[in-house]
Every structure is written in C-alpha cells, then in structure tokens.
T-cell receptor, first 117, second 112 residues
Framework: DGGITQSPKYLFRKEGQNVTLSCEQN?????MYWYRQDPGQGLRLIYY???????QKGDIAEGYSVSREKKESFPLTVTSAQKNPTAFYLC????????????????FGAGSRLTVL | GDSVTQMEGPVTLSEEAFLTINCTYT??????LFWYVQYPGEGLQLLLK?????DKGSNKGFEATYRKETTSFHLEKGSVQVSDSAVYFC???????????FGTGTRLLVSP
C-alpha cells in the first residue's frame, strides 16, 4: 500500500546534538511538508518542498534544516540551534501544484516523537 | 492572516450521543475547508472536506457544511462510538500557496 513512512517513531537527543528525522513516501507526490505538533497549539509548518531540489521555510523554520534530493525523501534535521525541540513531528505529502481538489489533500505519516534529555 | 478557531476540549460524551465540534475561520477569498482526525499516537487522517460555500462534506457518519455567511464548518455526528475517541482538527487552505492552516484541535472522549 502507498503511504508515508517516518522513522524513528521515538528519538531521544542530548543537548547540543543534531538529529535527523526520516520521511519517505511512495505516493509519487510532488509536494512534501514537515509540521511540528505541541500540546494545545495545533500544527505549525516548519518547511515544505514543492519539487525536488527546492524547499521553502514555513512559519517556524529557525533551528531546522531539510533537503529534497529525491522525490520520495524529505529528511528533517533538528539542529542544536533549536531551543525547544521536544515535540511530535509530522511529515506530510500532497499531489502538488495542480489546481483542483486533489492538490489540497495532505497525507500524513505516523509521526516521530523527539525528546530532549 | 488566515486562521481557524475550534472549540476547546475535551468533549466528553456517552456512546450514541450527538456530537458537534464548532469551527470558525477567518480568511480572504474562498478557501477550502477540512476536518482531519488524529487517533492516539498516530498521524492525521483526512476525515472530510468541502471546497465551496454550501458544500457538505461527509464520511463515516460525520458531516460538516461550509457556511460562508457565518464563516463556519462545524463537525457533526448523529451517534458517536467509543472508536471515535480522537483529536479532531479543522483546517483551511486558501488559493495559491499549498499551506494548510490548522486549528488547535479538539479532543473527543466517548465512554461506553
């Protein structure tokens, strides 16, 4: 079945360490996204990519970095510059830029929970 | 900017009760509106959507009608089940950029 795979499901990080969260999709979607979820705050957009080798900052990009070298993959690195990284991270994808309802629907992965020790 | 406001939870109901979760939005233009559901420990799943005024989205017994005059997209279900316990997110997407704007989520707890 097609879908989005995020790994690891749980991750612990020490202060000052960089960590990378993996996101792989086999839906042939052009657009991919990273959201951060904190209790009571809903989802906030970190980065998004509409096409391979291109990505843009979302609302809370500081302290994070991404790459989009392949259509299927959109890894997120949480750097030591991120002051409060403990959160639930969600990766999503969508068909892309084509107009119409299909472009509006996001498919989400199961999430990765990062805890800073 | 665009925003979505949801009623605070948790909403606690007994099985077979009627459910309403309120959602109102602020947006320029003519956004599409969505309800997503998140079960414990999982990502979000699309529950239903509506792309223009007066459209009704429906799925799994849930319904929501796009009301432009009241800028609302309230989620309803006639008879909830224990398995409906989850967090429900209202969201909008305006024309142009692909960004979805989410509400803060409403937790639903259904007891037998």
């Amino acid at each position: 079945d097609g879908g989005i795979t995020q790994s690891p499901k749980y991750l612990f990080r020490k202060e000052g360490q960089n960590v990378t969260l993996s996101c792989e999709q086999n839906l042939n979607h052009d657009a991919m996204y990273w959201y951060r979820q904190d209790p009571g705050q809903g989802l906030r957009l970190i980065y998004y990519s509409q096409i391979v080798n291109d990505f843009q900052k979302g609302d809370i990009a500081e302290g994070y970095s991404v790459s989009r070298e392949k259509k299927e993959s959109f890894p997120l690195t949480v750097t030591s510059a991120q002051k409060n990284p403990t959160a639930f991270y969600l990766c999503a994808s969508s068909v892309g830029l084509a107009p119409g309802s299909g472009a509006n629907v996001l498919t989400f992965g199961a999430g990765s929970r990062l805890t800073v020790l | 900017g665009d925003s979505v406001t949801q009623m605070e939870g948790p909403v606690t109901l007994s099985e077979e009760a009627f459910l309403t979760i309120n959602c109102t939005y602020t947006a320029t233009g003519y956004p599409s509106l969505f309800w997503y559901v998140q079960y414990p420990g999982e990502g979000l799943q699309l529950l239903l959507k509506a792309t223009k005024a007066d459209d009704k989205g429906s799925n799994k017994g849930f319904e929501a009608t796009y009301r432009k005059e009241t800028t609302s997209f309230h989620l309803e279900k006639g008879s909830v089940q224990v398995s409906d316990s989850a967090v429900y997110f209202c969201a909008l997407k305006n024309t142009g950029f692909q960004k979805l704007v989410f509400g803060t989520g409403t937790r639903l707890l259904v007891s037998p």
